[in-house]
């Protein structure tokens, strides 16, 4: 009885715990209610944030398309540094090649020449037999000499040369002349240059006939031929026709001097300063000094009675800028001279006074392929009235020699 009495009692508990979790109806419609609250703002967050992301994604677009031609540019830059980095690294190895090998080279023959002073030093050795070993320590020491000075030669043209006074030191000579001339110091070479150029006054030819290396300087053997622009006038009288001669003749006379100097002519260039052309610059500058031996020859010249003579020191400065393949070159130059000659050779050109002047020139020009060089004298100076004209010469030189 009592154990019925317990279950009775427990079975009631049970069902009011049960009744007293299930929800009502309001409850469950209040938890629905709550739910589809928070399915809504889920759904306005998840397009906001797609909203955002689309905003994000037409930015990065945009930044994209702005940042490429800069990230072009950067990885440009970057091939280029890396390209100078490799190709100084080959010329360093190359560098280090080269003198390792002299280096052996040089060794070995000083150990040969040692070899033989000790020989000297150990035996006694009759007088025939010294004189021969002396002759050939001799022989032995001239190559070492000589086989020092192509080291220097060599290792320095695989380096840069000087900026001042290029061509002082031997070892920078070679690089130099042919970095700058692109011709060789063994040999002379032929028609170095052939330029015609002409103006109002008068039109003439100069030809570097031969040009050479001799230790520090350049030397050109070259000529020039000059005839004056006009046509001979029947009509005029002879105190005209005398005066029309004479000032053809100092036309004449002025374009072989500011051309050349003379028919004929000797110059010797000496460099002062140069960039360098194997440092990677497009922009050239070189000024060097000059002396100059020139005459005219009677026989050659038109309107001469009398061959003259004519001597010039001076200084030219060069400034060029080259396109990428250097392929184009724009080019300024100028001189200054100091001028002296005979009395002839003042009476030639017309002068007021018969004694050394001052005169020089200013050209503007472009070379294309290092063959052609289209250029216009724009002015030329001088101390003396005669020697100043603002005619602009037209000329067309031909480098075969590059």
């Known amino acids: 009885m009592k154990a019925k009495f317990i279950l009775t009692v427990l079975f009631l508990f049970c069902m009011l715990k049960s009744n007293a979790q299930t929800p009502s109806i309001n409850e469950r419609k209040s938890t629905i209610g709550r739910n589809a609250d928070i399915e809504t703002i889920d759904k306005k967050l998840v397009k906001a944030r797609i909203k955002d992301l689309k905003l994000e994604r037409r930015t990065l677009k945009k930044e994209i398309k702005t940042a490429a031609p800069l990230v072009k540019e950067v990885n440009n830059k970057k091939i280029e540094s890396l390209n100078k980095e490799i190709k100084h690294l080959r010329k360093d190895k190359r560098f280090e090649g080269y003198n390792n090998y002299y280096s052996n080279q040089i060794i070995k023959k000083n150990d040969s020449i040692t070899t033989y002073f000790t020989l000297i030093r150990n035996h006694d050795f009759t007088k025939i037999k010294l004189d021969s070993i002396n002759k050939l320590i001799a022989i032995k020491q001239e190559k070492l000499l000589l086989l020092t000075v192509e080291r220097d030669e060599t290792l320095a043209s695989l380096d840069k040369f000087s900026w001042v006074l290029p061509t002082w030191k031997k070892a920078n000579r070679k690089k130099f002349f042919h970095d700058m001339y692109s011709n060789d110091t063994n040999s002379p070479i032929l028609l170095n240059s052939l330029a015609l150029n002409t103006n109002s006054d008068a039109t003439s030819i100069q030809n570097e006939i031969i040009t050479d290396n001799m230790w520090a300087v350049r030397l050109t053997l070259g000529s020039v031929l000059s005839i004056a622009s006009g046509q001979n006038d029947s009509s005029l009288t002879p105190e005209q026709a005398q005066q029309q001669i004479k000032k053809e003749t100092e036309k004449e006379a002025l374009s072989r001097l500011i051309n050349g100097g003379g028919n004929f002519y000797l110059e010797g260039i000496f460099p002062l300063f140069t960039t360098n052309q194997d440092n990677g610059d497009q922009i050239t500058s070189y ?74 020139k200013i050209i503007a020009g472009i070379t294309i392929l290092n063959q052609f060089r289209f250029l216009a004298t724009i002015n030329t100076f001088g101390s003396d009235e005669k020697l100043r004209s603002n005619n602009v010469a037209i000329g067309i030189q031909i480098l075969p020699g590059l």
């Open 287 to 360: 000024t060097y000094a000059n002396l100059r031996g020139a005459m005219d020859i009677s026989k050659i010249s038109r309107n001469i009675d009398t061959s003259t003579g004519n001597g010039t020191v001076g200084v030219n400065s060069y400034f060029g800028i080259s396109s990428d393949n250097r392929k184009f070159n724009f080019f300024f130059q100028g001189n200054v001279n100091f001028t002296f000659g005979s009395t002839h050779f003042y009476n030639n050109l017309g002068l007021n006074n018969e004694k050394a002047f001052l005169n020089g």
